[in-house]
């Protein structure tokens, strides 16, 4: 299938096809006479993957490291899993972090009148390099 089909079936954008065939997650797919690239079954499993994989998360670093874990079947499942719950930690500290976030700036818009005065506690905590 050409690219387009590509991206349609996998839900992975042409441009992003292309990224990933540059950075080498996937390989180079055969080419038409014409020169239009012509992507197989296995390519569209293995964009899945990625896409898949960047849903949850995942950095491409670690894409790569999965899909080769993917294609090894003398793998064990304790390194996939040992990914994923290193994943999960990373997302959960991540979560804490813009929690924090939504609550300071919360607490700032209480503070502010949001009224026709330039008084604004939210400038003035942003202007002390203290918006934490």
């Avoid at 804490?96 to 700032?108: P, Y």
Wanted: proline content about 5%; hydrophobic content about 40%.
């Amino acid at each position: 299938m050409n690219i387009g089909d590509a991206a349609t079936a996998t839900g992975v954008s042409q441009r992003m096809i292309r990224h990933y065939e540059a950075i080498g997650l996937i390989p180079s797919p055969a080419r038409r006479g014409s020169g239009y690239r012509d992507y197989a079954d296995n390519d569209v499993a293995r964009l899945k993957f990625i896409a898949n994989a960047r849903d949850l998360g995942f950095p491409i670093d670690e894409i790569r490291e999965l899909l080769s874990l993917w294609s090894n079947r003398d793998r064990s499942s304790a390194e996939v899993k040992a990914l994923a719950l290193a994943r999960a930690a990373e997302l959960g500290r991540k979560a804490r972090a813009l929690e924090a976030m939504r609550r300071t700036l919360s607490d700032l818009a209480r503070s502010c009148h949001g009224d026709a005065r330039p008084d604004c506690p939210i400038i003035d905590r942003l202007a002390r390099g203290d918006p934490a």
